[in-house]
């Protein structure tokens, strides 16, 4: 069974970084893409960043210039650099990965339990 587990969440001041960091543990053969998602309460699940298996990226709009994706492969881990941060960045954090479990099978999508961001004023 492949788990996502994130960590790295808190609570920190507006213009201040934090670093998440999103482990896939289990029966994993090859993982494609890796994305960060957000959601703030009374809002729906948006798209922050996302890396392929090659390291394109792709940013939400909002975030370009000051959050940075990456992803370790040998460990499996996707990487969310947060930088200047904003209050309206406040939300729950979640990974997503599009993983392969053995060499025939297709991709199935996981997510993480999700990390609490909180940027205050």
């Known amino acids: 069974q492949v788990q996502l587990v994130e960590s790295g969440g808190g609570l920190v001041q507006a213009g201040g970084s934090l670093r998440l960091s999103c482990a896939a543990s289990?029966?994993?053969?090859?993982?494609?893409?890796m994305a960060w998602y957000r959601q703030a309460p009374g809002k729906q699940r948006e798209l922050v960043a996302r890396?392929?298996?090659?390291?394109?990226?792709n940013y939400y709009d909002s975030v370009k210039g000051r959050f940075t994706i990456s992803r370790d492969n040998a460990k499996n881990t996707v990487y969310l650099q947060m930088n200047s941060l904003k209050p309206e960045d406040t939300a729950v954090y979640f990974c997503?990965?599009?993983?392969?479990?053995?060499?025939?099978?297709?991709?199935?999508?996981?997510w993480g339990q999700g990390t609490q961001v909180t940027v205050s004023s």
């Open positions: 289990g029966s994993i053969f090859q993982i494609a893409r």
């Open positions: 890396i392929s298996s090659g390291d394109s990226v």
């Open positions: 997503y990965a599009d993983i392969a479990e053995t060499w025939n099978s297709g991709t199935k999508l996981y």
